[in-house]
């Protein structure tokens, strides 16, 4: 199973829904551009990865923007099919203000107050975001949700020092001007912020290995990592790998482009075989294959299928099974938009070309010919 890292929905959701943060000139214009791209992070992760584990730090806010986009319905089917969890985020990292010499200026803890360390106390507080869901629907959530929650193990931010230490002697903090040239016990203001800051994306890179987690591609600690982290993003490379020779658009530009659906259809998406079948590729894929035979594994699994529907037969066959089953077929489909935080959005607008695309054709082309990982991009490609 892959399951991925996300800890941008936690970082948005505490800057913009948080009162009393106060708001550069640059966050405000840059509010509704963040807005959808993290909503087409969300959009990639569903269709790609089989779990997301969302970073949440005290309330859990990530949870009412999810509610608010994918709908009480939606954010119950993904809770019950295990689809999603949530890493209360307790560790922490520190800096002295004051230079003792000899000693290394990082000291780290642990949070203890309820929000932050009580799932519970997380979820009520993060649902309290949420003016319209009732009582009702908000036990519903918690009692579902509270067994959910991960807790990074203890000890695991005293290890990472020791971590920090190796990684400043390797020369992995130069990319942030922190060379190894330096005197870490007599460091200045500024370069104790760079280094908390490299010690903290150490704690949670070695969270994410200790759990098993993936981290997409553009992961903030991929310039700490260049020379190993591959064979974490292994997952999202080939997808990267796949679509340059698909000559196709990444999954997030797809999302930008939509007209037919709208957010909330996309629990019912990733549901759909095609996708199903191609995050199931990508596994086997991401377990057996060196990352330079891609390109050979992807060509391969497309030619070992014959092309029957590009026969004069094949296309006649196809019509006329579809025109069959597609009389009965119902629609999840819609425009873009929707609406948190001031952001107004279009509501759902049925059709049935969507449907019947994701499913029937699907369904019946793998009954006639077989599958492979091209038609995946075929039917996201219908989706724009």
């Not at 519970?120 to 519903?140: D, H, V, Y």
């Not at 070695?206 to 591609?217: R, V, Y």
């Not at 000559?247 to 939509?258: A, G, R």
Request: aromatic letters at 10%; charged letters at 30%.
């Amino acid at each position: 199973m892959n399951n991925i890292y996300n800890k941008k929905l936690n970082d948005f959701t505490r800057k913009y829904f948080i009162s009393d943060n106060n708001l550069s000139k640059e966050d405000i214009l840059f509010q509704k551009i963040n807005y959808n791209n993290i909503k087409a992070q969300i959009f990639e992760d569903l269709l790609l990865y089989d779990k997301i584990t969302f970073k949440v730090y005290g309330e859990n806010i990530p949870l009412a923007f999810l509610i608010n986009e994918l709908s009480m319905k939606g954010i119950e089917k993904l809770i019950e099919k295990d689809d999603i969890q949530f890493v209360l985020w307790t560790p922490t990292i520190m800096h002295m203000v004051s230079n003792i010499k000899g000693v290394i200026p990082l000291c780290s803890g642990r949070l203890n107050s309820p929000v932050h360390c009580e799932p519970e106390q997380s979820i009520e507080s993060g649902l309290n975001f949420l003016t319209n869901l009732s009582q009702k629907n908000k036990k519903i959530i918690k009692r579902k949700l509270r067994d959910k929650y991960i807790i990074p193990k203890e000890e695991i931010e005293k290890e990472t020092q020791e971590f920090t230490l190796s990684a400043f002697k390797s020369n992995k903090f130069s990319h942030y001007g922190l060379t190894n040239e330096e005197d870490l016990t007599q460091l200045n203001k500024e370069q104790k912020k760079t280094l908390n800051k490299c010690a903290s994306d150490l704690l949670e890179y070695k969270f994410t290995i200790s759990e098993k987690l993936t981290i997409n591609q553009n992961s903030e600690f991929q310039p700490l990592f260049n020379s190993t982290l591959k064979n974490c993003i292994k997952h999202d490379e080939i997808v990267t790998e796949i679509i340059k020779i698909e000559n196709f658009p990444n999954l997030k530009e797809v999302f930008f482009n939509l007209e037919k659906t709208t957010f909330k259809d996309i629990v019912k998406i990733r549901e759909k075989n095609n996708i199903k079948k191609f995050r199931n590729w990508l596994n086997e894929i991401s377990d057996n294959v060196e990352f330079n035979e891609i390109t050979k594994e992807y060509i391969n699994s497309i030619e070992n299928s014959k092309d029957f529907f590009e026969t004069k037969k094949g296309r006649f066959t196809k019509n006329i099974i579809m025109s069959l089953v597609g009389a009965g077929i119902g629609s999840v489909a819609g425009p873009v938009g929707t609406a948190v935080g001031g952001f107004a959005g279009s509501l759902l607008s049925p059709t049935t070309d969507f449907a019947l695309d994701m499913l029937d054709e699907y369904y019946i082309s793998e009954l006639l010919k077989g599958w492979t990982p091209r038609v995946f991009f075929d039917e996201i490609n219908k989706l724009e």
